[in-house]
């Protein structure tokens, strides 16, 4: 251990506080640790400040990760934080520029004096070991910071937070749990451009080796795999569209055509004990609706006969014979109403560890609520506080996540209803957050609502005339779907035309000569 300094009247001062902060919290129900001393290193602070000043390019060691509050004592941390700001500035720090900063600022007896200082760098074993100290001090601010959570935690639980109930309790300590383990991380994920350019061959060799030559992972539409290269690790993407326009349709549609994707992996691999696996986390459906309408897409059984039960022998075969094939897609569905961040988070980290995560859907973003515990002025930054953890899931378990979006109403005040980035709502932390955003458009749905009305023409003739050119634009658009790709960080926007059968809610690749059919 390194010899602790002592000045005049800090340690002392330490510890009255220490006595006194066990003394009042003795009634808590963490006794037994209110009866111990936090972790700290006062030893390998002092060693650090006096490495630091003796040769500041020690400080490049630590800078990425070390903050002043991660010292135990404030009087060290206040000492760091003045190193870090004139290093920053370009300054020295040593004991002669800090002494006087202390002493014009009028603080220099808080900070110990000019003898402390001066016995700093005497404290310091040696400028190499500073990375080292650095990690020491930040580790025993974590466990600190552990140790308060944990007493929140067993506070909440007596009640100190009437509000949460226990689900909510869990909750807010996941949360927690979460932003202590992404801030200040001391791990260094710099990578050499060798290595980088290493990953990318080898995404472009398995890219030229499999079928299709996508780089990702497919969709199961040809045309949008064209134009996206499949769905890439890490990407949050945008499905948006007013409602009728088939954003559920076309979303489970890419979780089917993912989920055989890894099937087919699966069987060329067997060995891949953990191929990866699909979730749905479905706000607005519940798990049998969505199930009916996926058994209604798949069988080409139309839902409302389904729930009406106006389905013969031959329907009820086929539905026998798709459950066969879609028991065994590696497809889960959460229908966890108006779930968390936090607590979707916490499933998809569970996913992922025990059998394998390749995509994430979630219908849809607006019914998200931010973790328990967290408060906002408005349902813009609720969005956006949602939007960034999305992102940060996706590239925390290098998944792709696609998340589908509402529409403003400022669509329907156009007369071109293709909806724009600007459409989107509480569109500013959406668009940025997101690596694609795509919009799912039928001119159909627009066109059948202006039908011409006889009562609205002076004779049958101009009635006519008008029906004949209606029916005409209406044969045009027929089972025609538009997905407008209006950003992609990875490759061009641009248009993709799609097969749509309103019937069955199911959306395909267009193919004229086929009339849509796969």
């Known amino acids: 251990m390194f010899p602790v300094i002592h000045r005049p009247g800090a340690i002392g001062r330490r510890v009255v506080q220490a006595y006194d902060q066990t003394v009042n919290t003795i009634e808590s129900p963490l006794l037994g640790l209110s009866q111990r001393l936090p972790p700290s290193n006062l030893a390998a602070e002092q060693a650090l400040l006096g490495a630091l000043m003796a040769n500041n390019k020690a400080y490049e060691r630590v800078s990425d990760y070390l903050a002043p509050e991660h010292f135990a004592d404030p009087i060290n941390g206040r000492i760091y934080q003045a190193i870090q700001r004139r290093i920053d500035a370009g300054q020295i720090a040593d004991p002669i520029t800090l002494r006087a900063e202390f002493e014009h600022a009028g603080v220099l007896d808080e900070v110990g004096g000019t003898a402390y200082l001066a016995q700093l760098v005497s404290a310091m074993v040696g400028i190499i070991n500073a990375g080292d100290y650095g990690r020491v001090i930040y580790d025993c601010a974590v466990r600190r910071e552990l140790i308060d959570i944990g007493e929140t935690v067993v506070n909440n639980a007596f009640g100190a937070e009437p509000e949460l109930d226990g689900t909510a309790q869990i909750g807010a300590a996941e949360q927690q749990l979460y ?35 996508i780089s990702g992972l497919s969709t199961g539409l040809r045309d949008l795999d064209t134009k996206t290269g499949g769905l890439h690790k890490s990407d949050l993407l945008i499905l948006a569209g007013r409602p009728g326009m088939g954003k559920t349709a076309l979303a489970t549609k890419i979780a089917f055509g993912a989920a055989r994707a890894i099937m087919a992996e699966k069987r060329a691999n067997p060995a891949n004990k953990k191929p990866g696996s699909v979730v749905i986390f479905s706000l607005e459906m519940s798990s049998p609706q969505l199930a009916t309408r996926l058994l209604s897409e798949e069988s080409r059984v139309s839902s409302e006969r389904i729930r009406k039960g106006e389905i013969n022998q031959r329907d009820f075969d086929k539905f026998v014979d798709v459950a066969r094939e879609l028991q065994t897609l590696p497809l889960l569905i959460d229908d966890t109403p108006a779930i968390t961040m ?135 658009v027929h089972n025609k779907a538009e997905l407008l790709l209006e950003k992609q960080r990875h490759g061009p926007t641009g248009k993709i035309d799609l097969f749509f059968e309103g019937e069955f809610t199911r959306f395909a690749d267009l193919d004229t000569v086929h009339g849509g059919d796969d």
């Open 179 to 213: 932003d202590l383990a992404t801030k200040g991380r001391s791990d260094d994920r710099m990578v050499s451009f060798e290595r980088a350019l290493t990953e990318a061959i080898t995404i472009a060799e398995s890219a030229f080796k499999r079928v299709g030559h």
């Open 342 to 476: 936090s607590a979707l988070r916490a499933r998809c980290r569970r996913l992922a560890r025990t059998q394998g995560l390749s995509l994430v859907v979630i219908d849809y973003l607006q019914l998200m609520r931010p973790s328990p515990g967290t408060r906002t002025e408005s349902r813009v930054l609720e969005i956006s506080m949602i939007t960034q953890g999305l992102k940060a899931l996706a590239k925390e378990l290098e998944v792709p996540v696609l998340a589908l979006s509402q529409l403003s109403r400022a669509v329907e005040s156009r007369e071109d209803k293709r909806p724009q980035l600007s459409d989107l709502r509480e569109s500013g932390s959406i668009e940025q957050d997101a690596d694609a955003v795509m919009f799912v458009y039928r001119d159909e749905y627009y066109l059948q609502q202006r039908a011409p009305k006889q009562m609205a023409f002076d004779n049958e003739e101009k009635f006519q005339a008008a029906l004949d050119k209606w029916q005409r634009d209406m044969e045009e």
